[in-house]
């Protein structure tokens, strides 16, 4: 059972480290509304892994042959997102209502808790990572876990899961904190921030219409 749990952590510290949709927009929220509300990105993967859990489990295992088909098309809605989610961060970033220099006329723009969740689960569902890592990694383990115990798998979602959003609030508590030195930090780490998740939009609909190889 122990074992299970540290193959979860170690697995949530990989995933965590390595930067993706959610890692960029963590960062743009935790810049946009502090920490707090960047808590809401990291509770996302808890909601919205519940179905890709168990199609992966229940579904796809039994229809392999038609993942990569779904992955392509999860890959172009989720780069579409991802580009519209850059947009709306990039007007803001242009407002200056983050840096306390809002154009008169302007309306705020508020990133409240219920937006901030629904767009990190969209963000997590149409991104091909989690999909990928259930059905290759964490998938199997989970299975060989359940077929010891329920503990045994419970043991492995507690590892992965707990460690995930710990390491999810860790990178939204510094971001937010780093921001809070300079306004000019936070402008350019929210350009850098924006820069990101374009790519990795672009990345994702060039893999979804095949043209990465």
């Excluded at 809605?77 to 302007?106: C, D, H, T």
């Excluded at 402008?187 to 994702?204: G, T």
């Amino acid at each position: 059972m122990l074992g299970l749990f540290v193959k979860g952590l170690t697995l949530a510290l990989t995933a965590v480290a390595i930067p993706g949709p959610s890692q960029a927009y963590l960062v743009s929220v935790a810049l946009q509304a502090g920490w707090r509300r960047a808590l809401w990105v990291a509770i996302a993967p808890l909601i919205s892994d519940i179905p890709i859990v168990i199609g992966v489990l229940l579904v796809l295992q039994q229809m392999a042959e038609i993942v990569p088909n779904l992955i392509q098309i999860i890959q172009v809605i989720g780069g579409l997102l991802l580009l519209y989610i850059a947009w709306n961060s990039w007007k803001l970033v242009r407002s200056g209502v983050m840096f306390g220099a809002a154009p008169e006329g302007e309306t705020p723009i508020v990133l409240e808790p219920r937006q901030i969740l629904t767009q990190a689960m969209l963000v997590n569902l149409f991104s091909p990572g989690p999909y990928i890592f259930w059905t290759t990694v964490n998938g199997p383990l989970l299975l060989q876990g359940l077929q010891q115990s329920i503990f045994h798998g419970l043991a492995f979602m507690v590892g992965f899961y707990g460690t995930f959003f710990t390491g999810f609030a860790f990178i939204g508590f510094a971001f937010d904190k780093m921001g809070q030195l300079n306004p000019g930090v936070t402008r350019v780490i929210m350009h850098v921030a924006v820069a990101l998740i374009v790519l990795f939009a672009l990345q994702s609909i060039a893999g979804g219409l095949g043209l990465m190889g």
